[in-house]
């Protein structure tokens, strides 16, 4: 017990106040996530994208990738709880606004995340999905045939998906959704995004007390001029329609959440 | 210069021992255990605290009645099992129901091992952790006299299924899911038994090639009712209750001591 009692207030001495930060993909959180990860290194807890896909298509593996993807994200709400109840001061990773986690620990915890603008993120993760991990995600290799997926679909309204805090399956693209995601937003401490990094580092030292060293990881292999030739007007006019529910919620973000 | 996956990946060969799975049934011995492998294994090591647990599932749906908790909740195990042996996480402990899908995927690359009791000190002790939990969901504040007409001494009695048949509860008549945990005990790498620790110890460490510290923890405390002051009629409703958990008991201790002579 009193080594227990040595660790608590080691975490406590070593840690900033306890955080969730919930990292949208391609919202600029791997970097983040790392530098958390150092500076809360007694007391810190993520999500394993891989091996939790892979643990689900062995139990289920009868399930759509559509479905196996919210069933990763109900666990991991589950288990965003579940490492709340057990005091791990920071808690990041792809996970979803739980209304259950913020109401029950929202004295306890600041809630933190960041965006990006929602064209950048539909591009960046186009040419991210072409590296994953092939036997989780098989990658598509034109972006015609990339915007025609169910993913790209849920990515154009992943912020609604990822505020809503609504079930898995509710329709983020649905108006109630979108304000609801709006709403939730303003209970964050701070929302960062990924074009004022030092602006999110600043806020962030003000909320937690302590100061990130963020790097840039996840950096894009492909060069500028390449990503930006396979933008054809038809392109972007299918990356804008998608990402209706992106461009609706970031816009309030920067317009009334920025400081 | 070393990164810290490298660094972190020497560690781990340098520290740990084989790869192992320890389903730790309660009051089977098991925290000592579960300590022991925390230590050797800390470089990579998994385990679930049910009552962090089980305050997250009753959180994230109020509604949930004790049936569908449990439900979530062995669900929520078996899914982070597989994810940690996905991850190739060295050593996964704790109270972990036995997979059927964890064991045919990676019974060749780790251990699976488990301990038992003897069904009757497993009610009894199993009765006064429950009188003195602190947590109120597991809390039972009534004689064991009373207890016994309960339907969690039902469950208790049947407790060795639940580890180890890979059904849900109530999925199958008793009698099909006794015959599974047989089944599935048989594929077990080792099982110890309480009353004879030091030879399972033994046979832990030749597994796993590493030295292993296993204390005593959990020693019980002094409390209400023990086996010895039963009554004549108490002692029956208890066998009569653990009927599922005896039957399995014996047949570990028959065939599996077998086994391991015969080795």
Redesign the interface.
Known sequence: MRLEGLRKSLVEAASGHRLVFHHVPKCGGTSIGKALRRRYAFSSARF?T???F???A??YPEDSPAVRARRVDD?W???L??Y???DIHCILGHVRF?A??YE?FSDRYRFVTTLREPRSLTVSHFFFQLNRVGDVWPPIQRIEDYLETDEARQMGSIFSYYFSGLPSAADPAAAASIERAKANLRRFAVVGFVDDMAGFNERLRGTLGVRLAIGHANRSSTPANERQSILTDSVRRKIEALNAANIEIYDFARRELAQ | MLSFESARQTLIERTCGHRVVFHHVPKCGGTSIERALRLRYAASYATVDLRALYNALACADPELDDTRLERASNEYREAELLSALYFDTRCIAGHIYFSATAHRLFSDRYHFVTTLRDPIDFFVSFYHQMVNAREARWQVDRSLEAFLETPRAELIGRFYTLYFSGLPDGGAPIEESVRRAKANLLKFDAVGFVDAMPSFNRRLRELLGVPLWIGHANRSRASGVDRAEMSTDMRRRVSELSAPNIDIYEFARRELAERETAA
């Open positions: 394993r891989v091996p939790t892979r643990a689900m062995a139990l666990l709400q589950q288990k709880l579940y709340l109840f057990s739980s259950a986690a029950r």
